[in-house]
């Protein structure tokens, strides 16, 4: 099984709500990775988690939580977005050792409104 | 974080060799080059990765300049299917696990 899965697929959300990302793999792999996408832009990265502990997080607003609950689960939680957080979120997993190739998920496309 | 830089678009004709070019001038003796693609309404996936000799895989080839200051990624014969955008990543040897993405290069296959 080499996939990283999200859901949901899709996402609308009020700027009041508090709404969450879900991401798993089941390959073993110790690193994993939120990404921020804009329409015909690059991904941007946001957070990564090693080994389930936060080791990066690019500067991304409060709004953003992230959490590892275990290996093979990594969650996005949101509150009080605002609508230029629409975007693409694409999670990612690797190896965690090692220079591996990342395999991304499929994505969730989230609007604010 | 060293950067890359890409042509915004390129085009190329169905059964031809695609030449992707990235220069990375500022690459560290550690960082690895990797290569990405991302079709249209998907998340991006692996394609190639180096670190100083000339590579090849079922997808592609990745050819490193002697100074690994630029690389190139090379398609044999494109397909309708590799119509995408592909990404040039310098990937740190450091443990900080970071893949960050350049702006990437468009690459349109004519029929």
């Known amino acids: 099984d080499t996939e990283v899965t999200q859901t949901p697929k899709h996402l609308v959300m009020g700027m009041t709500n508090k709404k969450s990302l879900k991401c798993e793999q089941h390959?073993?792999?110790?690193?994993m990775y939120w990404y921020k996408q804009k329409a015909k832009k690059p991904p941007e990265l946001m957070f990564v988690y090693s080994y389930e502990k936060l080791s990066i997080n690019e500067s991304v607003p409060s709004r953003f939580s992230p959490e590892c609950p275990n290996s093979s689960l990594l969650n996005l939680h949101l509150h009080a977005l605002q609508p230029e957080d629409s975007a693409l979120y694409l999670c990612?997993?690797?190896?965690?050792?090692?220079?591996?190739?990342?395999?991304f998920g499929q994505g969730t496309r989230l609007t604010v409104v | 974080d060293a950067k890359t830089t890409q042509p915004n678009s390129m085009e190329s004709n169905e059964e031809e060799p695609v030449h992707l070019p990235c220069n990375h001038s500022?690459?560290?003796?550690?960082?690895?080059i990797h290569w990405y693609r991302q079709l249209p309404s998907q998340g991006p996936e692996y394609v190639i990765h180096?670190?100083?000799s000339n590579v090849n895989n079922r997808m592609a080839s990745l050819a490193i300049a002697e100074d690994r200051k630029s690389s190139t990624l090379i398609l044999h014969r494109a397909t309708l299917r590799d119509a995408a955008v592909y990404y040039c990543i310098l990937r740190e040897n450091s443990g900080t696990y970071k893949y960050i993405f350049g702006t990437g290069t468009r690459l349109k296959v004519l029929a």
């Open positions: 500022t690459i560290s003796g550690t960082d690895y």
């Open positions: 180096g670190l100083t």
């Open positions: 990612a997993s690797s190896q965690g050792f090692g220079v591996t190739e990342a395999f």
């Open positions: 390959m073993g792999h110790r690193a």
